[in-house]
């Protein structure tokens, strides 16, 4: 089997993961719901997970982060937290349907929406949403990079033109978190989204939302916290103020385990290990007949994805025959991202998408390209 999925979940992680989940399981209570060695144990071993995200990320204190269990999630809380009827909001047609169904949701009560273009290669047209950022705009909603193109974008640029607008900056890093720097601070981000089960190589059911110093988002779920008990109304002290109900402590024990591996061994270079696998499967499939890359494979940083089409056969037939006579699993169809495909001109026939992890091998994308140009002869 060769698993080339990764921008849906990590296949292949580091052993560590599972034997911090199975530890947890065995050793570990409710965080924060009593004073005995279980429940300390338990909010431990939470802490270091949110102490290295905080390190990871530039996200100040540990208690800056909250813990959910995807980047859905975390993105329904910034947005349904953030705005409200009245406001302005700007986003891009990059987004994920995690970004845009909540974005659509508000603007049915009464929330105005902007979104930015890009081209033909999926390029986002910077200045045309840098006009959109103005003063009285509530916030910008903007991935980091595109799950269909891997096209990186500038957050940066992007981060600094929010601030100097006074307009607040939501990043949707659900592909970048744990393999490009991202630092809250510097970039201007004042609130980051995340997945665990992705290139943190965390268990899935794990992400969280990382939230800057002064800035207040409405829980999407109240009830218990483990604190004020005798309180009408939910904490509004971070993280309680958005972590309602009994934490998914298992897992963030492996997503802990996760963090710490990507950390000890330099997301640079793993980083650079997945960018040089990508890029050797593309140069090796380019000549095939009819195939067609989508993306702007001009720039060299950018997330280790290939998304492409064999003329105009549909995608699901390339990649249900990738995966039924080689074993080579690929996404295929509109990968949750309406708009980038309308744009890209693939709504009907969407895109195979090969996704590389560092634990891949220069013979997994041999054979992979192997079988693309077979499938293309056929």
């Known amino acids: 089997m060769i698993y080339l999925d990764s921008a849906a979940t990590s296949f292949h992680r580091p052993p560590q993961v599972a034997e911090?989940?199975?530890r947890a399981m065995e050793t570990m209570g409710n965080c924060g719901r009593g004073a005995h060695e279980a429940a300390?144990?338990?909010?431990?071993?939470?802490?270091?997970?949110?102490?290295?995200?905080?390190?990871?990320?530039?996200a100040g204190s540990p208690e800056r982060v909250a813990f959910t269990a995807n980047s859905t999630e975390s993105l329904n809380m910034a947005v349904k937290g953030l705005l409200?009827?009245?406001d302005t909001a700007v986003s891009t047609v990059l987004e994920h349907n995690s970004v845009l169904r909540p974005l659509y949701e508000m603007e049915e009560r009464g929330v105005r929406l902007r979104l930015a273009g890009c081209d033909s290669r999926g390029v986002l047209d910077y200045?045309?949403?840098?006009?959109?950022?103005?003063?009285?705009?509530?916030?910008?909603?903007?991935?980091?990079?595109?799950?269909?193109?891997g096209n990186l974008v500038d957050i940066r640029r992007i981060g600094r033109r929010c601030r100097k607008q006074g307009v607040l900056f939501c990043v949707d890093a659900s592909q970048t978190a744990g393999r490009f720097s991202v630092d809250m601070e510097r970039d201007c981000?004042?609130?980051?989204?995340?997945?665990?089960h992705k290139?943190?190589?965390?268990?899935?059911?794990?992400g969280g939302i990382c939230i800057?110093?002064?800035?207040?988002?409405?829980?999407?779920?109240?009830?218990g916290s483990g604190i004020r008990t005798f309180d009408r109304s939910h904490p509004n002290v971070m993280p309680a103020a958005l972590e309602a109900g009994t934490q998914n402590g298992h897992g963030i024990a492996g997503l802990g385990a996760g963090v710490r591996y990507?950390?000890?061994?330099?997301?640079?270079?793993l980083l650079k290990r997945e960018q040089e696998l990508a890029e050797a499967f593309r140069k090796l499939t380019e000549n095939i007949p009819g195939i067609r890359f989508y993306g702007d494979f001009s720039e060299k940083n950018r997330a280790p994805i290939v998304s492409l089409n064999l003329g105009e056969r549909d995608s699901g037939e390339i990649s249900d025959r990738l995966a039924a006579e080689y074993e080579i699993f690929t996404r295929s169809g509109g990968h949750c991202a309406p708009l980038m495909h309308e744009t890209l001109g693939t709504r009907e026939q969407g895109t195979v998408r090969f996704s590389f992890s560092h634990f891949n091998t220069e013979q997994e994308i041999t054979k992979a390209a192997e079988a693309l140009r077979e499938i293309a002869e056929t």
């Open 20 to 22: 911090s989940v199975l």
């Open 40 to 58: 300390f144990a338990a909010a431990r071993s939470i802490f270091q997970t949110r102490r290295l995200l905080a390190e990871l990320f530039g």
């Open 84 to 86: 409200r009827p009245g």
């Open 127 to 149: 200045e045309a949403l840098e006009r959109k950022i103005t003063p009285g705009i509530r916030a910008v909603f903007c991935t980091h990079a595109s799950n269909v193109t």
């Open 189 to 196: 981000i004042d609130i980051l989204c995340f997945t665990g």
């Open 199 to 206: 290139s943190l190589l965390g268990p899935q059911g794990t």
């Open 212 to 223: 800057r110093e002064g800035v207040a988002v409405r829980p999407l779920v109240t009830g």
């Open 262 to 269: 990507i950390l000890e061994q330099g997301p640079e270079k």
